[in-house]
């Protein structure tokens, strides 16, 4: 009997959420008439570029060899536990260096020097080999490697392996007293640039070749390795550190400042209504989404297909004029996706939704947003974006906003 009625009443709660349940409102009644609600507009109200001092670790993906926009590289690359003795090389010795991407209006020329004097991946700089030791004038001698002419003439060549000979003598003499391994610097003299794999990758560098190590052996031997340190040194003759163009850059990063208002008038309750939101409401309303849309006015990295990441920063200080800022001046809200697309699209979107919620709400005080590539010193990336300035307004950022006002 207890059962029966409790079977009953069960079915008369299930009866009653269902008749009450809508399609468009799954937990009742739909009697706020609430709906998200859109805006574009510009809002940006300052913009510049600057730029900060590479940050070469040793840890990078591509090393960087060239010359292009006033900027310098030379990549340097070094083998160990090579063969205490060495009787005579059989064969062609083979350096193997993968392309990443090489960016030539005519083939490059790559030119290689031995280094004769000991140096850290994670601390060498153009002028030195360690924090506190500069590179000597006489660090590099001639490595008898001939120039490298056949470099692919392409802006996005990928996995293409250059095997370049070495001459046996290069190698039977590899050994120099206090010095380690095996080390090579890579430069050009031509105004472009290229890019290879380094040992972060599975494309690492790699030195082969076969001896034997005495005379009386009837053995040969193989040394087939691939680099144990690699990175690249990097020279900028440029010295402007700000500009007012829109530019975003890896190689001697260049990031974006931009400050934009969130006027409390331009939220409304609904589509159709002219109310602008209260002060209380305005705090409290949710935003659904906000992206930054930039349209794309260079582009000579990325190509039609190649994709870049980047993702945004809220500013610490109030900015009043063009300056460089730090590491410091930067705060990275919490789930602000990266943003991952292609310029060769003709514009980019970037989701920076937590970023404009923490501003509306006042979480946050809205001193500006930064834009950084994620791969600075990676690569020679460089995009350039029209700015607010712009005569076509079409071409100008903007910023598009759904949000959803309380319901209370």
């Keep these: 009997m207890n059962i029966g009625k409790s079977l009953s009443l069960l079915l008369l709660v299930t009866l009653f959420f269902l008749g009450c349940t809508t399609k468009k409102n799954p937990i009742g009644t739909d009697w706020s008439h609430t ?148 080390s090579l610097q890579i430069s050009t003299e031509d105004s472009k640039f290229l890019e290879i794999r380094s040992s972060e990758t599975l494309y690492a560098p790699q030195l082969v070749f076969k001896y034997k190590a005495t005379e009386s052996d009837t053995v040969t031997y193989t040394y087939s390795r691939y680099a144990s340190y690699d990175t690249f040194i990097l020279q900028d003759h440029d010295t402007q550190v700000t500009s007012n163009d829109l530019i975003l850059r890896s190689i001697s990063p260049t990031r974006i400042f931009m400050k934009f208002d969130t006027p409390r008038t331009l939220f409304k309750y609904n589509e159709t209504d002219t109310t602008s939101l209260s002060s209380i409401d305005f705090k409290h309303m949710t935003i659904n989404k906000a992206e930054l849309v930039l349209k794309v006015k ?69 001193y500006g947003v930064i834009i950084r590539l994620l791969t600075e010193s990676q690569d020679y990336a460089k995009v350039e974006f029209y700015g607010i300035a712009d005569p076509d307004i079409s071409k100008r950022p903007k910023i598009n906003i759904i949000y959803t006002p309380p319901v209370f």
């Design 35 to 182: 709906r998200p609600a859109a805006i574009t507009d510009s809002l940006i109200t300052n913009q510049f570029s600057y730029f900060t001092a590479a940050k070469i670790t040793g840890e990078e993906q591509r090393l960087i060899v060239g010359k292009n926009e006033q900027k310098e590289a030379k990549a340097l690359i070094q083998f160990t536990s090579m063969p205490e003795n060495i009787y005579q090389i059989i064969g062609t010795p083979s350096l193997k260096l993968v392309v990443n991407r090489s960016f030539t209006s005519l083939p490059l020329t790559l030119h290689f020097d031995k280094i004769v004097q000991n140096w850290s991946e994670s601390q060498a700089t153009w002028t030195n080999a360690y924090t506190d030791t500069t590179w000597q004038a006489t660090y590099i001698n001639t490595s008898g490697i001939s120039d490298v002419h056949d470099i692919p003439d392409t802006t996005e060549a990928r996995v293409d392996t250059l095997n370049i000979e070495i001459p046996t003598n290069s190698i039977q003499n590899w050994k120099i007293p206090t010095i380690n391994g095996y």
């Design 298 to 366: 260079d582009n000579p990295y990325f190509g039609t297909d190649a994709t870049f990441m980047a993702t945004l920063y809220r500013v610490r200080i109030p900015v009043t004029e063009e300056t460089v800022l730090t590491d410091d001046d930067m705060e990275f809200i919490y789930y602000t996706p990266i943003t991952t697309t292609s310029p060769g699209l003709g514009f980019v979107s970037m989701n920076f939704t937590p970023l404009f919620q923490a501003f509306t709400s006042a979480e946050k005080p809205n």
